[in-house]
């Protein structure tokens, strides 16, 4: 009897010692895990560091030299662009970036111009060699002047060209398709998106608007007394939907 009270304790002890190691592996794995991300927490920031002092220092180098930091870091020309419209903002700021590179060379506004007319193709250059044609004809309208001389006026008239009014030319035609065909609600939601991109005055879509409900909301409508807001008129237009939805 002894014997087997001896034997039972002695392997419930191994038991408690094997459950007490594999807590202690475990832990110990945790640990691992935990500096293991660590380290490459640290090697990762480490390397961003090095990208930063070899940067910081080639621009010490080159002032010290009296060079321009493009020069010796030779960073990537600005993706040519070409008239897409969803890429033009991209441009732009590809171009500022570059300058930054480049602060003596291009220092000034004409400079700048200039080096943009090497990064147009396509459309927008066939838009752009005429301004540049007649800016060295010596003939120059005061236009032609403000885009090649002033760097800000050009990006302007680039996003009037390629930019902000094909954008609205677009919302023009969506908004002018769209009819309601559904709710009022989804209807009404996307009218707005697009009366934002139009530049429309609000208080003057109204007519614009109920033209393009459904018959049996312009029946109720009609019923009722006109907000000078669009914003309350939809709002009437929506309720009068629900209501006969329901």
Known sequence: MDKDNSDSSSSSNNDTE????REQ??????????????IATATNLMGQQAAQNANLQAQAQAVANRREPGTLLKPPAPEMFDR??????????QLQVHFNYFPVTLNTDKRRVTYTHSQLKGSALDWFEPVIREYLSGHRSQRTISIITNFDYFVEVLHQTFGIQDKKRKAEHKINLLTQTGSASVFSTKYLQLLA????????????YFDRLKKEVQEELYKEDR?????????IAIRIDDQQYQ
């Open 18 to 21: 094997v459950e007490l190691l």
């Open 25 to 38: 592996i475990l832990q110990l794995q945790e640990h691992l895990t935990t500096i293991q991300q660590e």
């Open 84 to 93: 897409t419209q969803t890429k033009l903002q991209g441009f732009i700021t």
């Open 197 to 208: 991109k139009t530049g429309w005055d609000h208080e003057h879509t109204i007519s614009h």
């Open 227 to 235: 907000p000078a807001s669009i914003h309350n008129f939809i709002t």
